[in-house]
């Protein structure tokens, strides 16, 4: 069975990449793996400068997730692209590069080093972080920002842009639009929601950034429901995530509207989790009768088109 | 060698209050060589509980490697209701351990606060069989919460505080520490991080400590559990306590 996706500066052989922040730059998990296996890789997100993050504690478990405020710690773009890009170049899987920061300024920086370096085949442009106080999540609330941002970035990068949208917003699909106008090439959602837990023993909030990122399968229906909603409003394809765990979530996000499936949280439990949906996926697609991963894309929708709610046409 | 496998529990029964000794094996087993490396363990079935449980090897006889955990959450609990025979997912063995192969014929002393007090034990083997003379000053909450006092007895001279005062000394084990003025050359110590700061303020020997995070992936890859380096010594400003620990040198890290 053919599993590959061709998208925007990403040759795909197969749908499934490790989302970012989850994967770290590959180090640790190519112990486990022969990353050429993988689709494509998303690296941690790169910042201007060297970020330390939150103080721990930095996770906290909950039902059927977890909450993270790791706060986009990372030792900035030029140490990423220095000591941590080189150990992935021996392998000849994609790598897509999550870029992230405060001001519009540093968004272009960032993004203009990693496209200038000629090393990531796409960028990841994260205006969805949940966890630093200043940026990210301004961006990724108001459209008018975002586009601003996303037409910026566009100008100065020579690999095709991803926007990562946050599903923390009253409606995300204006948010999709937006960034798709101002030149996205692409889409990757959902990011984390905001959440928290309290220790009910000391009365306090786990995290010592208070409130986190929930992420892991607890967030499913909601990743679900926002890229059927947004696949069926835009022309640029979307990479999905959130809290798949199995290939029949693979399948799923197909349907909703996903072109390519990134895998967080669960990669934290089964560090082989990638390669085991890859190679699961042939024989379900083949029971569900499906030739092809592009025939799943927005299936769910594009059967009853005239019916869809959300049609733009 | 890092490896996931299904490990099959030999034995699983109580040792103290809350206090649960698990005896596993599987062909990871004999990797597991270093102390104070641990073991990432996978609890509960489906996806209900998505993060692994940290715990160290408290030690390793032939194919079995044991841990000592206490219950205080889902995880632990549910560690405690499982039967012999059943199979535990871990990733193993993680981290760094206590660098103890240069360590020969000295004296040490060995300081552990309550489940920092198991992988004191793997090491204290491994070091008493390089001909070093160990004392081991142990913390607990109250007498019953007290394990593998004899263990350690049987490989050296081992001191008891508790905190109640219900057996051994009163006290904290920094308190038996300044009583004793043990001559020792080294020290190498696990437990709460305030024992922790306490126990580096009162030595003034090279010493080397074991640090505890929550975690997420537990390989290094999701920057959950850091810690702050000692600047003097280290540009980076963070250390990951699953990758780059969880041992450190006293004075590689900074305690919050
Ligand atoms: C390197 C390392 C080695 C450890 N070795 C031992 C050992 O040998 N014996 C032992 O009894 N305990 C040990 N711990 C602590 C042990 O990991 C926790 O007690 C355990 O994770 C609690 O799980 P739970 O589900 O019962 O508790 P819950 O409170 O239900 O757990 C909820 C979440 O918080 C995390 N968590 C809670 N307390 C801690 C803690 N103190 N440290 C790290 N994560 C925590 C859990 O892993 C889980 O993700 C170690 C911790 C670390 C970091
Ligand atoms: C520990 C952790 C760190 C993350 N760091 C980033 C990050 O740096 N940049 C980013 O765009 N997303 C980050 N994310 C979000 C994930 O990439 C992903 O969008 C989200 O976790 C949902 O997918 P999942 O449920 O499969 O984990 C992080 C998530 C986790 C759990
Ligand atoms: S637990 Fe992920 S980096 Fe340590």
Sequence with gaps: MNLSVHLPGLSLQNPILPASGCFGFGREYSQFYDLNKLGAITIKAATGETRFGNTTPRVAETSSGMLNAIGLQNPGVEKIISDEIPFLEQYSTPILANVAGSTEEEYEYVAKTLSDSGKVS?????????????????????????????KKVKDISDVPVYVKLSPNTSDIKEMAIAVEAAGADGLSMINTLVGMKIDIGTGEPILSNHTGGLSGPAIKPIAIRMIYEVSQVVNIPIIGMGGVTCKEDVLEFLLAGASAVAVGTANFRNPLICPELIDALPELLDQYAYSSIEECIGRSWKNARESAPFSRS | MLTKEDLIIVENKQIAKDTY???????????????????????????????????????????????????????????????????????????????YKDVKNQHVL???????????????????????????????????????????????????????????????????VKQNAFSVEKYFSCGP??????????????GYISLEERMGCGVGACFACVCEANNDIDVKGYRKICQDGPVFSAKEVVLS
């Design chain 2, 21 to 99: 000794e698990m005896k596993l094996t599987g062909e990871v087993v004999q990797f597991m060589t270093e102390p104070g490396q641990f073991l990432h363990v996978q609890v509960g079935d489906g996806w209900e509980h998505a993060l692994r449980r940290p715990l160290s090897i408290a030690n390793v006889e032939r194919d079995n490697v044991s841990v000592v955990y206490k219950v205080i959450g889902f995880g632990t609990e549910w560690l405690a209701k499982q039967p012999e025979g059943q199979k535990i997912n871990v990733l193993a063995p993680l981290g760094n351990g206590f660098p």
């Design chain 2, 193 to 206: 991080t305030p024992m922790l700061k306490a126990v580096i303020q009162s030595m003034s020997i090279p």
């Design chain 1, 122 to 150: 796409a960028l990841e442009l994260n205006i969805s972080c949940p966890n630093v106080k200043e940026g990210g999540i301004q961006f990724g609330t108001d459209p008018t920002l975002a586009a601003s941002l996303t």
């Design chain 2, 110 to 176: 060995l300081i552990g606060g309550g489940v920092g007090v198991p992988p004191l034990y793997y090491l204290a083997r491994k070091l008493k069989d390089q001909g070093n003379t160990i004392t081991t000053v142990l913390g607990f909450q109250s007498k019953d919460a007290i394990f593998y006092e004899e263990k350690f007895q049987e490989l050296g001279h081992c001191h008891i505080a508790t905190d109640d005062g219900s057996y051994g000394t009163k006290g904290f084990v920094t308190d038996v």
